[in-house]
């Protein structure tokens, strides 16, 4: 008896321990997802980091309000205030805890400063990405004509040496986006233009991929045998169903996005001095790394770990958005 | 497969030459000016004469297949004239760098054993520890190994190689005084206490290139082999009373390589990409260091050569990963 009911009961999905709970709210389908989410720790803990990042730089300049490129000569080299616990002789001081540059600018001011940009240089260049991607990879997917061309022009972007052409376009078009936008607006639309058309290859990849498996099932040929539209097709039954691997997509072109924008204005093709941005605090400290070693960890340690977190988010969100997993 | 080889290797021709027409053209509308580092004393009649001996007179349609010539005649040419003591050449224009007047390919040419060094070693490093961490992974699924090396495969992915570079600099040059910072290039390994000093220069670059070589291949390892573990053909193996390591190295290592061998094949132009900036970290003076240096003086031949050669590198690796994608696994076929 006790053997028939327990062959029985995963058909229907009960659980026989779990309390009866009629009353229980409505589920969605993105509840499931960030139960599934907050179950996986390090994508956990990489979101929290993430929000912990984004609110430092984004409102630490209001509590911390001392002008990132304010220069006091008299207040330069200043060491980290943890030194003072090993070494007492050094210059410290409780107004500058992450210690300042050889012009004397605060460095905490620096890094927020600096994180603003790379933050925001990293998800506006990622939604461009993807939705290159996304467009491409939907048209390519959904209309047959357009496929064999798009997909060849993907290839060959793809088989495009990325670094030294955005090392290229960095050099030579700085100078009149410069001058048409501004210092920091125009170097920030060519980076972000420049990572965007570089790194849309993988989604629109995915995003074929997926939409060309979605058009064979019998939700689009009923949606299709009613007179849908293609475009209404592609908004309300193609792009939903192919959200997850989107997202999951924008993560890992979050993660490159970051890393890429730190590497141009590392190797002194970013930003220019004035506008710091983590890559760039790191290239400007690394002639002093010997004396002062803690002016390459901070910004260094900053973009290593929102990565980090961005790519733990990745990997849970990729757990949480697989229905396969989702629920066990 | 022979079929199918030689028509990837046809189709490969007019990517390449669409590939270098990209680059060209970026440069070609590009604002940066060669002259622009002259004096502007310059009268500008004298000026427009330089820019002519520099070859920059011609329209682009009159340059750009000019230096197709010359970097798919010319050069080959000159090659075989050096190798066998022919005279193919015969004395034509090679392809010139702006900066330093000389032939493009004589300064690759020097600069390319160090790149291949330091990049070669640390690919093979890396492939070398990924591969047995990558393997233990997946038949200790879920171990504390496992977790351990997800995580350092994590921080592999996560920490740019501009920062590992510094750190370790930092601990190990600076702090600890064991290895040096610098790359010297000019030193030649003759006895034991100078081959020392070589491994010494060298662990820093390989392994901080190694450790994101680690990072991919092990994950492609890892999953490939649990794809493979969970299969028909390993009960068997077990079933006719194998051992565990003839079941693992033998029948499935052997499954598992196959998109493996692939994934490292399609990593090698990637590697060279991240030795631009590791170069950068450890003053290498390679193909990448090479690049930065052309790119900042205008030096639109130098940076358009070695920018080709990476495309015919990318190229290349994705055919032979195709290629070797068939002939490891018969279930594929091209044709």
Same mark, same amino acid.
């Given at each position: ?151 060849? =022009?993907?290839?060959? $972007? &793809?088989?495009?040496? *990325?670094?030294?052409? @955005?090392? !290229? ?122 004396? =002062?070693?803690?002016? $390459? &960890?901070?910004?260094? *340690?900053?973009?290593? @770990?929102? !990565? ?21 | ?335």
């Amino acid at each position: 008896m006790t053997d028939i009911s327990a062959q029985v009961q995963p058909v229907d999905h009960v659980d026989p321990n779990a309390p009866f709970e009629p009353e229980e709210k409505a589920r969605n389908q993105w509840l499931d997802v960030w139960d599934q989410f907050r179950s996986h720790k390090g994508a956990m803990a990489g979101l929290i980091f993430l929000i912990f990042i984004t609110m430092f730089c984004a409102f630490g300049p209001f509590v911390w309000d001392v002008d990132p490129g304010k220069l006091d000569i008299r207040n330069k080299d200043v060491r980290p205030i943890y030194v003072a616990i090993w070494d007492g002789d050094a210059k410290t001081s409780w107004a500058r805890p992450m210690g300042t540059d050889h012009l004397g600018r605060d460095i905490m001011a620096n890094i927020m400063q600096g994180g603003r940009i790379s933050l925001a240089v990293g998800w506006t260049a990622m939604i461009l990405a993807i939705l290159i991607g996304t467009l491409v990879g939907v048209l390519a997917g959904y209309f047959k004509r357009l496929d064999w061309g798009l997909m060849r =022009f993907t290839d060959l $972007v &793809l088989s495009l040496p *990325l670094l030294p052409l @955005l090392l !290229v376009m960095m050099l030579l078009f700085r100078d009149p986006l410069r001058a048409a936008f501004g210092p920091e607006n125009g170097i920030f639309l060519l980076i972000v233009f420049g990572i965007g058309i570089t790194s849309w290859m993988q989604t629109a990849r995915i995003v074929r991929g997926d939409v060309m498996a979605l058009k064979e099932r019998e939700f689009v040929l009923a949606a299709r045998s009613i007179g849908t539209p293609p475009r209404r097709m592609i908004t309300r039954h193609i792009l939903p169903n192919v959200l997850s691997p989107i997202m999951v997509s924008a993560t890992l072109g979050l993660a490159t996005a970051i890393i890429t924008e730190s590497a141009l204005s590392f190797l002194g093709l970013g930003f220019p001095s004035d506008f710091p941005t983590w890559g760039k605090i790191l290239f400007d400290s690394v002639d002093r790394m010997t004396a =002062f070693p803690e002016r $390459v &960890l901070w910004p260094g *340690l900053a973009i290593s @770990l929102t !990565v980090l977190a961005v790519n733990y988010i990745g990997d849970g969100l990729r757990d949480a958005l697989d229905p396969r997993i989702r629920g066990l | 497969m022979l079929n199918y080889t030689i028509r990837r290797l046809v189709l490969s021709v007019p990517t390449l030459l669409f590939i270098a027409f990209v680059i060209f053209m970026l440069l070609e509308l590009a604002p940066g000016d060669p002259m622009a580092s002259m004096p502007l004393t310059i009268p500008p009649e004298v000026r427009q004469q330089m820019r002519e001996a520099l070859g920059l007179g011609e329209p682009w349609w009159v340059r750009f297949p000019l230096w197709l010539k010359q970097f798919f005649i010319v050069e080959p040419q000159y090659w075989i004239d050096n190798a066998f003591g022919t005279n193919f050449a015969d004395g034509a224009q090679r392809i010139i760098s702006f900066q330093s007047r000389s032939p493009v390919f004589d300064t690759i040419a020097e600069r390319m054993p160090q790149t291949l060094w330091v990049v070669g070693m640390s690919y093979v490093v890396g492939v070398a520890i990924a591969l047995p961490i990558g393997i233990i992974s997946a038949y200790k699924q879920y171990s504390v190994f496992d977790q351990a090396g997800t995580f350092v495969s994590m921080i592999g992915f996560s920490v740019p190689p501009f920062f590992s570079g510094v750190l370790v600099i930092v601990i190990f040059s600076v702090q600890l005084g064991w290895l040096p910072s610098i790359y010297d290039t000019t030193h030649r390994v003759v006895d034991w206490n100078t081959f020392k000093f070589q491994l010494q220069q060298m662990i820093m670059p390989v392994m901080v290139l190694a450790l994101q070589t680690t990072a991919q291949v092990s994950r492609y390892m890892r999953a490939s082999m649990l794809d493979n573990l969970g299969q028909d053909y390993v009960r068997t193996a077990r079933a006719k009373g194998m051992s565990e390591s003839v079941v693992v190295m033998r029948h499935v290592l052997r499954n598992s390589m196959i998109p493996v061998v692939t994934v490292i094949a399609l990593g090698i132009p990637s590697i060279f990409g991240g030795a631009i900036i590791t170069e950068q970290v450890f003053k290498v003076n390679g193909l990448g260091q090479l690049l930065i240096i052309a790119l900042q003086g205008s030096d639109i031949p130098m940076v358009m050569t070695i920018t080709f050669l990476l495309a015919v590198l990318i190229v290349m690796m994705n055919l032979i990963a195709d290629i070797l994608y068939g002939v490891l696994d018969p279930r594929i076929r091209y044709d």
